[in-house]
């Protein structure tokens, strides 16, 4: 088990955004999270990496050796060093600086060696700052971005390219499990195949798995091994992706909720 969630609550003043919602990430599995807007979907993974604190319930990371560590109380930093990674669904990127200072933002290396060595220049901190940079590129390249200019300013990126340089940066920061909230969003067929071929190929690896928000059900069915499907911030069906989609009630929430879904 690389996640445990257990009994999760997030509520904004009177919103319950979230209800008592549990679930389990397995090791190389891909967990979709369907359902209308408004269900709660981004607040269980803001509360999951620690960007939104939750009311109650526990979170537990799987250890690498050894039993699950109970992070319910640790920072997000902490949540990442032990291997959670994130997209966010309206961006987050940092819009000034340039395709590749996003994305080395995600790297963990060139910032371990502290800020005495940063200052100084030392040729260690060289060394690492140029195995990060080669990192960022291969990284981009994973993604679908070797051409994209590094030196480009994000904010001058297309949007399907704003979100692949999301992903690049979630996953240079090697994680063991990674949060996806709409990454396909708003690309075009062919980007959108490429990211879920990504999700596949990075749940193939050994000790890793993936939890995506999505509404395409095209997509849902294509990526997911397991769905849950949400609604007024609780959990109302999880499953196979095929019998979470065939439920009645779960049909009539996303038509309650957002009707053109139902033929994408
Ligand atoms: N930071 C916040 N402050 C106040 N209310 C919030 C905040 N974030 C979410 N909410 C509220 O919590 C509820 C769940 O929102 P959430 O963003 O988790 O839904 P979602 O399923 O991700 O929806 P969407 O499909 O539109 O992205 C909504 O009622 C929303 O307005
Ligand atoms: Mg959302």
Not at 164 to 170: C, I, T
Request: glycine content about 12%; some cysteine.
């Amino acid at each position: 088990v690389l996640l445990e969630v257990e009994n999760l609550s997030v509520r904004f003043g009177g919103v319950h955004a979230v209800q008592d919602v549990s679930f389990a990430v397995l090791g190389n599995e891909a967990v979709g999270i369907a359902g209308p807007n408004g269900a709660g979907k981004s607040s269980v993974i803001n509360a999951v990496t620690a960007l939104v604190r939750a009311s109650s319930g526990s979170i537990r990371i799987g250890g690498e050796d050894g039993g699950p560590v109970d992070v319910t109380r640790r920072s997000a930093e902490a949540r990442s060093r032990l291997g959670l990674a994130r997209t966010f669904q309206h961006g987050a990127l940092l819009e000034e600086l340039t395709v590749l200072d996003n994305v080395l933002c995600g790297a963990r290396s060139e910032a371990e060696g502290g800020w005495v060595s940063a200052v100084l220049c030392t040729p260690a901190y060289g060394r690492r700052w140029r195995a990060a940079e080669e990192a960022a590129v291969a990284t981009l390249g994973d993604v679908g971005l070797p051409d994209l200019p590094l030196r480009r300013r994000v904010r001058d990126l297309a949007p399907a390219d704003r979100q692949l340089v999301s992903l690049a940066r979630a996953l240079i920061a090697q994680p063991r499990v990674l949060f996806l909230d709409e990454v396909s969003a708003g690309t075009d067929p062919a980007t959108k195949s490429r990211i879920g071929q990504l999700v596949r190929d990075f749940c193939a690896r050994p000790g890793c798995g993936v939890v995506f928000v999505e509404h395409d059900l095209t997509y849902l069915r294509q990526v997911a091994d397991r769905l849950i499907f949400m609604a007024e911030g609780q959990i109302l069906a999880v499953g196979a992706p095929n019998e979470v989609l065939g439920r009645p009630d779960v049909l009539r929430a996303y038509i309650g909720g957002e009707p053109e879904v139902i033929g994408a």
